[in-house]
Nanobody, 124 residues
Framework: QVQLVESGGGLVRPGGSLRLSCALS????????IGWFRQAPGKEREWVSC????????YYPDSLKGRFTISRDNAKNTAYLQVNSLKPEDTAIYYC?????????????????WGQGTQVTVSS
């Protein structure tokens, strides 16, 4: 059974940072791309980042480049999303997802497995 469990969210002041984690079980992270998405209240789910296999190439929307960094630790079977210089508009539930492929995708429908999400709230 494949499981993805996110953690690391919380309440942070504008300008602060968080590191979100995505722990996988029943699935080898090193063979599959991992994506991060977020969904704010009343908005559609938005692609945030992806890390590809086997070379670990990373992808971000232009609007988030420089503030968000995705990484993975194959030994721990865990992916991470470092989020810096947080803004109130970054407030959302952040989800990690995995897909049965080697290539990244920006489309949520292309992912086969999802975590339950972790809440990030940016407020003073």
């Amino acid at each position: 059974q494949v499981q993805l469990v996110e953690s690391g969210g919380g309440l942070v002041r504008p300008g602060g940072s968080l590191r979100l984690s995505c722990a996988l079980s029943g699935y080898h992270l090193e063979y599959h791309p991992i994506g991060w998405f977020r969904q704010a209240p009343g908005k559609e789910r938005e692609w945030v980042s992806c890390i590809e296999v086997p070379d670990g190439r990373t992808y971000y929307p232009d609007s988030l480049k420089g503030r968000f960094t995705i990484s993975r630790d194959n030994a721990k079977n865990t992916a991470y999303l470092q989020v810096n210089s947080l803004k109130p508009e970054d407030t959302a539930i952040y989800y990690c997802a995995a897909r049965d492929s080697v290539a990244c995708s920006q489309r949520s429908n292309d992912y086969d497995y999802w975590g339950q999400g972790t809440q990030v709230t940016v407020s003073s």
